[in-house]
Structures are given as structure tokens and as C-alpha cells.
């Protein structure tokens, strides 16, 4: 693996978005890249310093119903279990 690959799949390494084949290729990849360790390292301090500062906020309720209606009527759809009228 070279460095341009392993750095394209950093991101996904991080979220834990990738599965037990391509997550073994980086591991060995970062084992040998000491700049791709830092690189991770700094994808870690940067993602547990948004939980520790991001504001997180909650939708109103009723909020995801009203969206979901406001997506149906633009789109002709009827909602689920309804009849078409």
C-alpha cells in the first residue's frame, strides 16, 4: 500500500467505517509509516476534541414528521398506509 491510499482511507479508518480486510492493509501500512501514525494520532486528537467542544442541539418534536410530509407533498408521494387521493 502506498501513502496516497493509506491517507485517502485515514478518514474512514477513524470513524471505524471500514471492514477487517482493508483495515488489516492500513494497520500494516501505519506500522511501517511513522508520518501515517502521526497522521492518525492527529485524526484522533482533532475527533475527541469535536465531542468534547461540539454543542449539540435536538430537533423540535415533530420535526423529522414535518420534514418527511414536506419531502411526500413535494414529490406527489402519499404517506405510508394512506391511499393515494
Not at 500494516?28 to 509509516?33: N, Q, R
Not at 418534536?61 to 398506509?81: D, T, W
Amino acid at each position: 500500500m502506498n501513502r496516497e491510499k493509506a491517507g485517502s482511507w485515514l478518514d474512514g479508518h477513524l470513524d471505524g467505517e471500514w471492514e477487517h480486510t482493508r483495515l488489516l492493509n492500513l494497520e500494516a501500512h501505519l506500522a511501517a509509516c511513522s508520518r501515517g501514525r502521526g497522521a492518525v494520532g492527529e485524526g484522533v486528537d482533532f475527533g475527541s476534541f469535536l465531542q468534547v467542544k461540539m454543542t449539540v442541539y435536538q430537533a423540535p418534536p415533530g420535526f423529522k414528521a414535518r420534514i418527511q410530509e414536506a419531502l411526500r407533498e413535494e414529490s406527489g408521494e402519499s404517506a405510508p398506509g394512506t391511499q393515494p387521493g
